[in-house]
């Protein structure tokens, strides 16, 4: 297995995608193949014992950065790191890319015909999946690769979701939801009232509209939106667990008694900090492209890296995307 | 002050929506107008002691249920609770109307120009307003009422909710921000790309587009977002909220010395529970339509019932419904 890391895409890079990536080498054995300016990513490898890992850098002379507009730099950036280290899996050179960087750039230059993977025949648009934190890991697709969306997109999200939950968590016919404003017949926008058919014609083991209660509670394994609304209900998420977590901390330290029972309490609150984890996780998934891709968060910390790493060589070992080609392709 | 309390409204109606009325009741000392089934109602007031308060019967022979459509119950159901008690305040009879009923239907009837409110002149869509359960108290508009908006739909979201943080809260110019998947140029959905200019260009204290995180960390007192990402944005938080309290809670419970620190640290988890407790906040106004509603969440119990009469009553004397013909018909 050869994975690609970006080293140029977290916020703190390359510090974490290096310390990363050197981490997975030793875990996972694979061979990995940092792509980004030759000269910082060596200076950084010197800080770790490297000795017996399977560790290449390609130099790319650009980068693409946060603040950079996805169709721009794809067009114009054309020897970037994503540029480069895509074309590593375009050409067979490579198994998986892996980048903490800026997601629409990713998805942009993974979806570039020429010079990226493009998409699996078949597939209208790519979508980005994502596990949501909760005991249950349920995936809700799409997290913000299409912020317009139409009825037959959502169905394919459901398509690409189910498959991938199937292979990767191995549940035989995953629940797949819509997710909605309201259960009741007639809730829904337009976009869901549309796709509601679709997926229930679609021979998917589609379970209906829920609301974001029910999804929490456990009530599908993939949960369909738009990713507009998805990826504002991913970051309600991450903002609502974080504020609980900072006023919970700001209330126990307010009182002598409480600031006991707090330090007492402290494993608890580890166990539900490590579940709530979005590093364990590893990274979103974007289904659709004719290639393994996995985007990790700007946050990334080394940790979050290896995690996105070692989902890349299993969504590859699995086979996802020749599943999603044999599905789509019916 | 008179207010209409629709009996019928909450799930488990008429008890919750009675006993929040003879407490709002004996606590403003408003007069409080009961509507719905007159036997039911008068049974259940039995329970409570209405000396020397001002609580009236009105009877209605039907009521809306929570799964009966929208658009069938406002159109058939004639003489439904909620029927009767908006015709109360069309007919200058009350000043305002509380209801933890159907939510789309209290919209529906609400709307109504012949029977129900109808809306302020210059109004193109009603709006549900919430407020977020945060410690800043934000509004986000709208919550539900629109599963589908247009640019200037939210445009008037951001009106209306900027107008009811300055009469209600006094803020003089309340920050007004759309709520999209992410703050760089480029980003939203074509909703909020086509609205982002009508915003600028509108007046109001505009602060650009945020993210969930942003507004949760108190970045804009109105949070403007189409009814459906709206209420799954909210949906999400409260189903956050929950299942981070119910973990932090099974994990407590599965230690002895955890066990103990939770019990120390009680206080602090009641003081983060009565901060995000949504009964505390009362209800969500409705907004646009031409007179005073105020929508309680179906699990009200009573006390919950007495917080939105509150609600309803500052509303009232706030002269809101003014102050946006106002300013729409500008």
Same mark, same amino acid.
């Given at each position: 297995?050869?994975?690609v890391?970006d ?63 996805p169709?721009?730099?794809a ?7 994503m540029h480069?280290g895509l074309a590593?899996v375009r ?5 998986a890319f892996v980048s903490?960087g800026?997601t629409g750039a990713i998805l942009a230059v993974a979806t570039l015909r #020429?010079t990226g993977l493009g998409r699996i %025949?078949?597939?209208?648009?790519p979508?980005m999946?994502? +596990?949501?934190? *909760? @005991?249950? /890991? ?7 690769a ?43 926008? #337009? ?5 509601? %058919? ?8 589609? +379970?209906?509209? *829920? @609301?974001? /209660? ?71 998934p974007l289904l659709g492209v004719n290639g393994v891709v996995i985007i ?35």
């Open positions: 297995m050869r994975i890391v080293a140029m895409g977290s916020d703190d890079h390359p510090g974490p995608d290096v310390a990363g990536a050197v981490q997975a080498a030793r875990s996972f054995g694979d061979a990995i193949i940092l792509v980004g300016d030759q000269r910082r990513i060596e200076a950084e490898l010197k800080a770790h014992d490297t000795a017996g890992l399977a560790i290449e850098v390609r130099h790319a002379a650009e980068a693409i950065g946060m603040k950079d507009s169709s721009a730099a067009r114009d950036k054309r020897e970037s790191s480069v590593l050409a067979g050179e490579a198994d903490a800026n #020429q %025949p078949g597939v209208l648009r979508a999946g994502v +596990v949501f934190p *909760i @005991e249950s /890991k349920p995936m809700l697709i799409d997290n913000g299409n912020a317009d969306a139409k009825p037959e997109y959502l169905l394919q999200f459901g398509q690409m979701g189910s498959i991938y939950v199937e292979h990767m968590l191995g549940i035989a016919r995953p629940r797949v939801a819509l997710i909605s404003n309201g259960e009741e017949e007639g809730k829904g926008n #337009q976009l869901v009232k549309e796709a509601i %058919p679709l997926l229930a014609a679609s021979g998917l083991n589609y +379970v209906g509209n *829920i @609301e974001p /209660k029910e999804f929490v509670a456990g009530a599908a394994e993939v949960g369909v939106i738009d990713g507009f609304a998805g990826n504002i209900m991913m970051k309600t998420a991450e903002a609502v667990a974080g504020y609980m977590s900072d006023t919970i901390r700001k209330y126990l330290m307010a009182g002598t008694l409480t600031k006991i029972g707090g330090a007492l309490a402290r494993p608890a609150f580890r166990r539900v900090r490590d579940q709530l984890n979005p590093d364990e996780v590893g990274g979103a990790a968060h700007g946050r990334s910390n080394a940790y979050a890296i290896r995690q996105a790493i070692g989902q890349a060589r299993r969504v590859s070992e699995r086979g996802i995307v020749a599943a999603i080609a044999e599905r789509l392709a019916r």
